[in-house]
């Protein structure tokens, strides 16, 4: 299947990611050669057979509902590109 | 023999023996590093500090005549998807390229506890993804077999720091053959677990569904007793089975005597170099030689793993990838217009080419209007390809297929063309979808280079395989080869 540019463009902004438009020129053709091999699944007949989303057959697991403590505040945010007052720092996401 | 030439349980011996201090270990180790490491590039964080204090530690518990497990005092090397506390962990990634975890992934802690001496954090396809290790935001390494070609990935640090005796062993992580491959490509033993087996806790998430951690060792017993030390069910993990975990190296010496072998044709055709192929069904006939009975099966579905692993995979990643938003940890961008701006750019600016093309791929995928089409049908295809191994498995021990379709690649040879770098993983990839595990060892050298060939299990039958393995090991010559780097080469056979 052919991937246009517009394409790029839409799956781009639903991923959070720019390119350059020479960049996603070279999307469009690897883009469509990996999507030309993969539809080769098209050919399966898959008429009643059921997903599989985990090789085995796990249930959710829960714990009992005790506290423990957490993490250290600090050293949580020793990985922070910014923080102030015991937080992460980010622009603004409100008006 | 020099010591960097031995392997982990012959480290073991001589360290219980005295004849070694954990400390004198760890500094050859460290002046290995020095002699080789500019020529292959494994590393990307050395842990030398820790190393020590680790090394003296066990020293001092020797002294004491305390009892000591398997792996203490002995130096390995972790791959840099793996946390460590307090210790750089970046994924190969400029966007984790500032990244101190706050934690020890389970297997981290696992090996500490087990007095492990990690002597650094190995380079590896970013965000493992991969076959190649070309893919890192650092450096490109080398095969130690010849240093012109590519060592396999994504764990091809890890792997070449066995392979040229930086580490006595390593921990890689297989989402489509990232431990198996690199292993074929530099003549050691890789071993991916079943899904399962081993917590995934602290291991930076690629493809949630279908990644493992498991050993690459200089030989199957090493796997064996790294596979001991890192098994085992964690509550920190919701997918890490509940199962006992048995001695592997236990039953290993027991032989093949009647096991059923199934040959999978699809595993032989298109692609696979004749060379490779011929090599692996010599092996064949030598397990019959040893009692097994090998029998020619078909699994019709496994020629569509490839395509499936890429859907699933790829979806997988885009939303784990989700999270390096530039706001908790890892890199920021420089310059943004607010919030949404600050997201776009850090991860347009942060993430690599290969990186950016499957978190692409994987959006396409789950995108309204194709999700059916693809996702969907991708995970159905999977039930498939399962069912398939499934009833192999009711009739055979285990199945016998080449690793890889071809030897070590040149570096660059295929770094432009995503679709042939893929079709390097063709024969590993149908493990992970079936969620079965598989260990790679050596049967053979063409043109010097090693070729490998794979034996695939039943679920959580991880000791018939190493069984299998190390009876084809002490079998043949092979296993006792080493790279060119190390003073070795097929051209002493």
């Known amino acids: ?95 | 023999m020099k010591i960097f030439d031995l392997t982990a349980h012959e480290v073991r011996d001589k360290l219980r023996n005295r004849e070694l201090s954990s400390v004198e270990l760890t500094e050859e180790s460290y002046k290995r590093i020095d002699a080789v490491e500019s020529k292959v590039d494994s590393f990307i964080t050395f842990t030398k500090k820790e190393a020590f204090l680790q090394a003296k530690a066990f020293d001092e518990r020797m002294k004491k005549g305390e009892l000591l497990g398997d792996l203490a005092g002995i130096p390995m090397a972790l791959k840099d998807n793996m946390c460590t506390d307090g210790i750089l962990t970046t994924c190969a990634s400029k966007i984790l390229g500032n990244f101190t975890p706050p934690y020890d992934a389970t297997v981290t802690q696992k090996l500490k506890n087990a007095g492990a001496v990690i002597v650094g954090k190995t380079n590896m396809d970013e965000f493992a993804m991969g076959s190649s290790t070309e893919n890192s935001a650092y450096k490109t390494t080398k095969n130690p077999w010849d240093t012109d070609r590519v060592p396999g990935g994504s764990s091809g640090g890890s792997a070449a720091s066995v392979a040229s005796g930086e580490v006595f062993y390593s921990l890689g992580s297989d989402t489509g053959g990232s431990i198996r491959q690199p292993a074929a490509f530099t003549g050691l033993v890789g071993l991916k677990p079943t899904y399962g087996r081993v917590s995934r806790y602290g291991l930076v998430a690629f493809a949630s569904s279908l990644d493992q951690i498991g050993p690459l060792g200089k030989d199957v017993e090493d796997c064996a007793l790294v596979m001991n030390t890192i098994s085992g069910h964690d509550r920190k993990d919701s997918t890490s089975i509940d199962r006992p975990v048995p001695d592997f190296a236990l039953g290993m010496k027991n032989g093949v005597k009647g096991m059923r072998i199934g040959i999978p044709k699809e595993f032989f055709g298109e692609g696979i170099d004749e060379e490779v192929k011929t090599m692996v069904l010599e092996a064949a006939r030598l397990y019959e030689s040893m009692g097994a009975v090998c029998e020619e099966i078909s699994l019709p579905s496994a020629k569509h793993a490839l395509s499936v692993y890429y859907i699933l995979a790829t979806s997988e990643c885009s939303s784990n990838l989700a999270r390096f938003d530039g706001a908790r940890y890892g890199y920021r961008a420089k310059n943004y217009e607010g919030f949404k701006d600050m997201f776009i750019k850090t991860r347009s600016q942060g993430f690599g080419e290969e990186v950016k093309r499957r978190i692409m791929l994987g959006t396409y995928s789950l995108s309204s209007g194709y999700y059916d089409a693809y996702y969907n049908r991708g995970l159905k295809v999977r039930t498939l390809i399962k069912q398939e191994f499934e009833k192999a498995f009711e009739t055979y021990d285990f199945i016998l297929t080449p690793t890889t379709p071809t030897t070590a690649f040149k570096i660059g040879e295929k770094s432009d063309d995503p679709l042939e770098m893929y079709m390097s993983d063709i024969c590993t990839v149908p493990v992970n979808i079936a969620g079965v595990p598989a260990i790679s060892l050596p049967c053979g050298f063409k043109d010097g280079l090693p070729v490998g060939m794979q034996l695939i299990g039943k679920f959580f039958d991880e000791a018939t395989l190493i069984r299998a393995a190390y009876s084809f090991e002490k079998a043949s010559v092979i296993c006792r080869q080493r790279a060119s780097i190390m003073g070795g080469g097929v051209n002493e056979l």
């Open chain 1, 1 to 95: 299947m052919a991937i246009t540019v517009k394409d790029v463009e839409h799956v781009a902004r639903l991923a959070h990611l720019e390119f350059e438009e020479e960049e996603k020129l070279g999307f469009t053709e690897k883009l469509g050669a990996v999507i030309g091999y993969i539809e080769q699944l098209k050919e399966v007949d898959v008429d009643g057979v059921e997903p599989t989303n985990h090789a085995l057959d796990i249930k959710n697991v829960f714990r009992e509902d005790v506290s423990e403590p957490s993490m250290d505040r600090e050293k949580i945010l020793q990985n922070a590109p910014a923080k102030r007052s015991g937080c992460f720092e980010v622009p603004r996401m409100v008006d």
